[in-house]
């Protein structure tokens, strides 16, 4: 038997059948016809959002990477409570611009961005936050071409990593921005240039649930700008100190305290050299947003039994959830936190497997974990699915059906 990870607050004390947003789940599934289906209650962003404010200093700005879930409606109904918002390809930047957001606090990182990608950001006034020196070229030509002045940041790649993270974005050889030492003759050729540089970006890091570790990254990343300022002799309008609050997905994770965080960043920018006096700090994060709010629900289809042990089979698998199947980079396979939807707080009775509808080995959405008894019908939630969800997955693999989305917010319900 092994263990699964913790049911968010939200919903860990339900008992019957799951309710997301003030709405049971059979009533959701009902309404669009469909299972599976990934559910988000915008109303849990909405209390990351405020915990983020009452615990960060008031005039440091909170960007929403929309990779995390680019859902076209959460994206529209995040954007008016966060300061900005960051794409990662013209993808993410179309998604921003149906929804009618000015791109005033829009910037697009990510390595590898072709013509017509730096074209839209420039076209639109998107801060591109150039990956490289040659993308610093391409994106000055492109710009002169169009006759219009680029807003242009720089990512950094830092001499330091989140220690920690579950995915280290900086420190050492990194595909990821431009080494900090070529930084300051980079910065020099874009002013020559005629852009207008917006500052730094430097995101070292993402899944990390150690406040001191994120606290530490934050202070280095403050100190690094200042270097960078000086060795450029300029002023940085913004520096954009990346992210990595992470969550908790397995039996052992512990809950992220941003408190002292908040405390330590406060103390850092008050002690900060006099180059960023005027600057602009911003803190970009996706999975800490809006990773709790999401709930993935399958049906069972199938309850078998194999040299005695029970494989609950379900119409939702790792095309849809790559993530909880645990094949999104993660070393070890653990338990995403789990339950019978349709029996939310019953007694576990027995060790089941749940697995999906694909035929490989890897389609599990957990293994081995004691459950109530569930039968055939029976609903499954795999909770902590709001972040990297159905856009980080094989969902072409095996040609099975997309799963519905639905966005819930107190009752009322968009699909
Ligand atoms: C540049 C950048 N910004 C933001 C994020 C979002 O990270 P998270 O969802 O862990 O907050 C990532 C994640 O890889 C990233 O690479």
Redesign the pocket.
Known sequence: MKPFGPIPPQFADQRGELVIGGVPVGELIEKVGKSPAYILDLAIVEEQIAAFRAAMPADVDLHL?I??NPHPYVVQSIFPLVDGL?V?SAGELQIVLDAGISTDHVSF??PGKRDPELVLAIEHGAIL?LESEHEATRALAIATEMCVTPRLAV?VNPDFELKGS??S?GGGAKP?GVDAERVPALVRKLLDGGADWRGF?I?SG??SLDAQAIADTQAASIALSAELAQAIGARPPSVNL?????IPYAANDRRLDIGPIGERLSAALAARPAILADTKFII??????V?EAGVYVARILDRKLSKGHVFLITDGGMHHHLAASGNFGMVMKRNYPVAIATQMGAEPVEAVTIAGPLCTPLDRLASDVMMPRADVGDLVAVFASG??GLSASPSGFLSHPLPAEIVVKHGKVTT
């Not at 990346?242 to 992470?246: K, L, P, V």
């Not at 970009?284 to 947003?289: A, K, P, S």
């Open positions: 990477a990779k995390a960051d990662a990182a990510g936050n990512r579950g995915m974005m990821f970006h995101f993402s899944q990346g992210g990595g609050f992470g970009e994060l996706g999975r800490w947003l990773g972040a990297y």
